[in-house]
């Protein structure tokens, strides 16, 4: 597809199971977030992927988290041990990332997966 | 670290009123953003601003990029009922934290009951 496609779109889990949620972003951008939203609040950055170059990781909230993203086009996000506090929308948008170009800003996200923790 | 203050967080309308939010930092941006998110989706780009003191129009909506690079605004004229929905704004700084890209909290848009 055209857009940036995210799976599952829905997730219902146990407390203490493991998840893991896939992005795909746009075909040759080169940027991609992830971020998280709990219901009807804003938007709590995650993790920024850049190209090759490391990724920011300063959001993620604790070691239960982590991210990869494998040939720089596909991403997963891994949340271990789930708790109830995990439950929310994760989203992921990806941009054609030129740094220091003006098109970095111009994202274009999936419609998320909705993650249930019960 | 920086922040944006979105105000209002949220508002009510009546089809064809005239609606206005903005932001503010204590930081300077290269680049202002406006984003709306409708229920179950992802956000999606509405307004991208790129010099400050543009004023930049896309159908019935109108955004500003301030002159002290620290501000933008984003005018609604005419709203109609489709224009519920979250509207976030976003700066953003080459080489800056969190991707480059800052976030407001958003300015939720429901239809006067």
């Known amino acids: 597809g055209a857009g940036v496609s995210q799976s599952p779109s829905n997730k219902v889990t146990e407390k203490g199971k493991d998840v893991e949620l896939r992005c795909d972003p746009i075909?040759?951008?080169?940027?991609l977030y992830w971020y998280r939203q709990s219901l009807g609040q804003g938007l709590e950055f995650l993790i920024y992927?850049?190209?090759?170059?490391?990724?920011?990781k300063s959001g993620l909230p604790s070691d239960r988290f982590s991210a990869e993203r494998t040939g720089g086009s596909v991403s997963t996000l891994t949340i271990q041990r789930t708790q109830q506090e995990d439950s929310a929308v994760y989203l992921c948008?990806?941009?054609?990332?030129?740094?220091?170009?003006?098109?970095?800003?111009?994202?274009?996200f999936g419609e998320g997966s909705r993650l249930t923790v019960l | 670290g920086q922040q944006l203050n979105q105000s209002p967080q949220s508002m009510f309308i009546q089809e064809g009123e005239d609606v206005s939010m903005n932001c503010t930092s204590s930081?300077?941006?290269?680049?202002w953003l406006w984003y709306k998110q409708d229920p179950g989706e992802g956000p999606v780009l509405l307004i991208a601003?790129?010099?400050?003191?543009e004023l930049t129009s896309n159908g019935r909506l109108t955004a500003q990029f301030g002159i002290t690079r620290k501000d933008s605004f984003l005018n609604i004229s005419a709203s109609i009922p489709s224009d519920v929905g979250i509207y976030f704004c976003?700066?953003?700084?080459?080489?800056?934290?969190?991707?480059?890209?800052?976030f407001g909290k958003g300015t939720k848009l429901s239809v006067k009951p």
């Open positions: 976003a700066g953003q700084n080459y080489g800056g934290s969190q991707g480059n890209l800052i």
């Open positions: 948008a990806s941009s054609l990332g030129r740094v220091g170009g003006p098109n970095t800003g111009e994202l274009f």
């Open positions: 075909s040759g951008h080169t940027a």
């Open positions: 992927f850049q190209g090759n170059s490391a990724p920011d």
């Open positions: 930081s300077i941006f290269n680049t």
């Open positions: 601003l790129y010099k400050a003191g």
